[in-house]
């Protein structure tokens, strides 16, 4: 089979030949997705309790003309995202616009545009981060595979599952099948990275989630032996109290021996911290500005995403990167569908997101106290990014 080169750029397929973020199409968003799966898959609308999930084990195949399952009969995708349901995006806008400090939580940024902005700040030049956890990933995926002998792979917030290849190619080599199980809150960006997927490995299997992992950890099926990745340090997008509480919840959902993989950015110069998220081409910029044209589309509201100013800092007291967005001039915003008034004075924030730097002895506290045991530790020279593979207790 094709094995896709590390190196390989793949953010070139997900991301239209000639596209940048000023000419990115503004399409629905992906909370109000349509009901048809690509390739045929399997779509699922309603909730299934675990033990009512079929694994792929028992579901008969149709051999395709590699000897394998056609795509669509290799693909399942539960989408479990209900827009008017409790915990979405009108009750979180309601609250977080009506707080005297404004704030949205960063859960938004990623319908398909805002998807397809992240995947290219993954190959800005001042965003280390993910080339470094690719390098990194590169010189261990081997190591990692060989320890925790998974039969399921899951990723949260899997996004183009780029890094993901890089397990995927060592299972191979390790002979190693799996299932990959894949949760993401952006159901474009998951089928779509899911469809690559099965063309480039003609035997993985994938029983893909669409939700939230903050809240449909449940509706992950379970059973087998785990390797659970959750890379790019979106852990840092969640506070330190979030971040524990989210590590225990993952750990009561998992078995003794299942283990977890997770990428954390480190503490470093403010200067390379600043750079990351002020990149030259404004492609962050827009990215951030991205939640307002969500908001736009889904509650009807009239933000003018020109009229904020993207402003991103470290706060080294919290250890951690601070986007938000500010208002050029005083100004009202109406949220038609929430029937709410908005007033912004010139200056005022939106606080959009952090995204926490972690040391070595920070990451391996929280995932003790989650109950995880640390077994490796893995960091380049520079000391940029690391990953922790820890194992449940
Ligand atoms: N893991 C990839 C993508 C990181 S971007 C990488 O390392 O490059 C963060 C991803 O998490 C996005 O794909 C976003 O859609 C997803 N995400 C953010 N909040 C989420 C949530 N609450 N539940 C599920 N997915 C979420
Ligand atoms: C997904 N997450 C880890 C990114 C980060 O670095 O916090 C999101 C991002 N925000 C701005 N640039 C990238």
Same mark, same amino acid.
């Given at each position: 089979m094709r094995h896709r080169a590390a190196s390989d750029n793949f953010s070139r397929d997900v991301f239209p030949k000639g596209a940048s973020w000023s000419n990115l199409p503004l399409h629905p968003i992906s909370l109000q997705a349509g009901t048809t799966a690509a390739g045929g898959a399997t779509t699922k609308r309603t909730s299934l309790a675990p033990a009512e999930v079929p694994h792929f084990d028992q579901a008969r195949e149709r051999k395709g003309p590699?000897?394998? &399952?056609p795509p669509g009969e290799r693909l399942r995708v539960d989408v479990h995202i209900d &827009?008017? $349901?409790? $915990?979405t995006i009108a009750a979180d806008v309601r609250r977080g616009l009506s707080s005297p400090r404004k704030r949205l939580p960063p859960k938004y940024f990623y319908d398909d545009r805002g998807s397809r902005l992240f995947d290219r700040i993954c190959d800005l030049p001042e965003y280390y981060l993910t080339r470094t956890e690719q390098a990194l990933l590169e010189g261990v995926a081997d190591e990692i595979v060989a320890l925790s002998r998974p039969r399921d792979l899951v990723e949260f $917030?899997? $996004?183009?599952s780029r890094k993901t290849r890089l397990l995927l190619d060592a299972l191979e080599r390790a002979t190693n099948r799996v299932r990959y199980l894949p949760i993401d809150v952006s159901e474009s960006m998951l089928r779509r990275s899911a469809q690559a997927l099965l063309a480039d490995y003609p035997s993985l299997r994938i029983h893909a989630v669409a939700g939230d992992y903050e809240r449909h950890l449940d509706r992950l099926p379970n059973g087998r032996r785990r390797l659970v990745a959750f890379l790019g340090s979106t852990i840092g997008n969640f506070t330190r109290s979030q971040a524990q509480a989210f590590l225990t919840r993952v750990a009561s959902h998992l078995n003794t021996g299942d283990h977890f993989l997770l990428g954390v950015d480190l503490v470093k110069d403010t200067a390379v911290l600043h750079a990351a998220y002020n990149d030259a081409d404004g492609v962050t910029a827009e990215f951030n500005r991205n939640l307002l044209h969500v908001i736009n589309r889904t509650l009807d509201s009239d933000f003018d995403p020109l009229a904020f100013d993207h402003l991103a800092f470290f706060n080294a007291e919290e250890s951690q990167i601070e986007m938000h967005l500010s208002a050029q001039h005083a100004h009202e915003v109406q949220v038609r569908a929430l029937a709410l008034t908005v007033p912004f004075e010139a200056g005022e924030t939106i606080h959009t997101e952090i995204s926490r730097k972690f040391t070595r002895a920070e990451t391996e506290a929280m995932l003790d106290r989650a109950g995880f045991t640390p077994v490796r530790w893995y960091e380049p020279a520079n000391r940029y990014f690391a990953l922790s593979l820890a194992v449940r207790r």
């Amino acid at each position: 089979m094709r094995h896709r080169a590390a190196s390989d750029n793949f953010s070139r397929d997900v991301f239209p030949k000639g596209a940048s973020w000023s000419n990115l199409p503004l399409h629905p968003i992906s909370l109000q997705a349509g009901t048809t799966a690509a390739g045929g898959a399997t779509t699922k609308r309603t909730s299934l309790a675990p033990a009512e999930v079929p694994h792929f084990d028992q579901a008969r195949e149709r051999k395709g003309p590699l000897g394998y &399952p056609p795509p669509g009969e290799r693909l399942r995708v539960d989408v479990h995202i209900d &827009p008017d $349901g409790p $915990g979405t995006i009108a009750a979180d806008v309601r609250r977080g616009l009506s707080s005297p400090r404004k704030r949205l939580p960063p859960k938004y940024f990623y319908d398909d545009r805002g998807s397809r902005l992240f995947d290219r700040i993954c190959d800005l030049p001042e965003y280390y981060l993910t080339r470094t956890e690719q390098a990194l990933l590169e010189g261990v995926a081997d190591e990692i595979v060989a320890l925790s002998r998974p039969r399921d792979l899951v990723e949260f $917030g899997s $996004g183009a599952s780029r890094k993901t290849r890089l397990l995927l190619d060592a299972l191979e080599r390790a002979t190693n099948r799996v299932r990959y199980l894949p949760i993401d809150v952006s159901e474009s960006m998951l089928r779509r990275s899911a469809q690559a997927l099965l063309a480039d490995y003609p035997s993985l299997r994938i029983h893909a989630v669409a939700g939230d992992y903050e809240r449909h950890l449940d509706r992950l099926p379970n059973g087998r032996r785990r390797l659970v990745a959750f890379l790019g340090s979106t852990i840092g997008n969640f506070t330190r109290s979030q971040a524990q509480a989210f590590l225990t919840r993952v750990a009561s959902h998992l078995n003794t021996g299942d283990h977890f993989l997770l990428g954390v950015d480190l503490v470093k110069d403010t200067a390379v911290l600043h750079a990351a998220y002020n990149d030259a081409d404004g492609v962050t910029a827009e990215f951030n500005r991205n939640l307002l044209h969500v908001i736009n589309r889904t509650l009807d509201s009239d933000f003018d995403p020109l009229a904020f100013d993207h402003l991103a800092f470290f706060n080294a007291e919290e250890s951690q990167i601070e986007m938000h967005l500010s208002a050029q001039h005083a100004h009202e915003v109406q949220v038609r569908a929430l029937a709410l008034t908005v007033p912004f004075e010139a200056g005022e924030t939106i606080h959009t997101e952090i995204s926490r730097k972690f040391t070595r002895a920070e990451t391996e506290a929280m995932l003790d106290r989650a109950g995880f045991t640390p077994v490796r530790w893995y960091e380049p020279a520079n000391r940029y990014f690391a990953l922790s593979l820890a194992v449940r207790r």
